[in-house]
């Protein structure tokens, strides 16, 4: 499975080909396979949540390992693929939309390993961070989404997905990963990426996760005009600007997240 000929020959003998609408680019690289396996943790033991397994690639590397695989697949087309390459192996297929998944229903301790559908990487990485029995995400995303996860305040790429990622633990580069590792390649290059989430720490509230998001909203502007954009009053943003030492025409981009969580407590949107 670690060949472009092999794919292919699988691929057509189940006559199907890639779905772009699924965000189907299917992993070829076996050295690529072992490291995200490895950087996530896969282990005798150890549950391990799949997004979109096509093929059964990674399914297969990490269950190799001795981890409890649960795959979630929307594509029904790869039932018969999925048999194939998936057996004999301690792998649970469920068939059905990942944005439609219980993630509390998950058992403590799980471990994302997934190479995530592109078109949905946002919203599945907060749905992950919203769900307390996962411990990591080890992904890989596209790499502009990548460096969005690690940038910090000040920096070109910093925005709400890295505060995000900050509020809920820390975000680790593990590698790139170039066009010819996929088939079909993609438009561009990726990474793979592991986000440990902490859980010692409460989940941030929704009205704090909204407050940070409209105040970063157009993160070049200032923060104040992001804030008044927002709703808020002038002189209550000047007055939480200053409590938190916070110039009046500081950028959105620019302020540490501390900064953000201060001004929301001073206008009254956290307790």
């Known amino acids: 499975m670690h060949s472009p000929a092999r794919v292919r020959e699988l691929l057509d003998r189940h006559g199907l080909r890639p779905t772009k609408s699924l965000g189907q680019n299917f992993l070829i690289d076996g050295n690529i396979l072992r490291a995200i396996a490895e950087a996530g943790g896969a282990a005798p033991g150890v549950p391990v949540l799949e997004i979109g397994p096509?093929?059964?690639?990674?399914?297969?590397?990490?269950?190799?390992?001795?981890?409890?695989?649960?795959?979630?697949?929307?594509?029904?087309?790869?039932?018969?693929?999925?048999?194939?390459?998936?057996?004999?192996?301690?792998?649970?297929?469920?068939?059905?939309?990942?944005?439609?998944?219980?993630?509390?229903?998950?058992?403590?301790?799980?471990?994302?390993?997934?190479?995530?559908?592109?078109?949905?990487?946002?919203?599945?990485?907060?749905?992950?961070?919203?769900?307390?029995?996962?411990e990591s995400a080890t992904v890989l995303v596209q790499k502009e989404v990548g460096q969005r996860l690690t940038a910090r305040p000040g920096e070109h790429n910093y925005g709400f997905l890295s505060a995000l990622a900050a509020l809920h633990g820390s975000v680790k580069h593990v590698r790139d990963v170039p066009k010819g590792a996929f088939l079909p390649a993609p438009d561009v290059t990726s990474a793979v990426m592991r986000l440990d989430f902490d859980r010692s720490r409460p989940l941030p509230e929704r009205e704090l996760l909204r407050f940070i998001e409209a105040a970063l909203h157009h993160r070049r502007k200032t923060l104040r005009n992001n804030l008044r954009l927002a709703g808020h009053a002038g002189e209550a943003i000047d007055a939480a600007l200053a409590s938190a030492g916070l110039r009046p025409d500081v950028r959105a981009e620019d302020v540490p997240l501390a900064a953000l969580e201060a001004a929301a407590h001073e206008l009254g949107v956290v307790r």
């Open 54 to 134: 096509g093929l059964g690639v990674l399914t297969g590397e990490a269950a190799s390992r001795g981890a409890r695989v649960t795959a979630l697949e929307k594509d029904e087309r790869l039932r018969p693929v999925l048999a194939e390459t998936l057996a004999g192996l301690d792998v649970t297929v469920i068939w059905g939309d990942a944005l439609d998944f219980d993630y509390a229903s998950l058992e403590p301790g799980t471990r994302v390993i997934a190479n995530l559908p592109y078109y949905i990487t946002g919203v599945l990485l907060s749905r992950f961070m919203n769900a307390p029995a996962i």
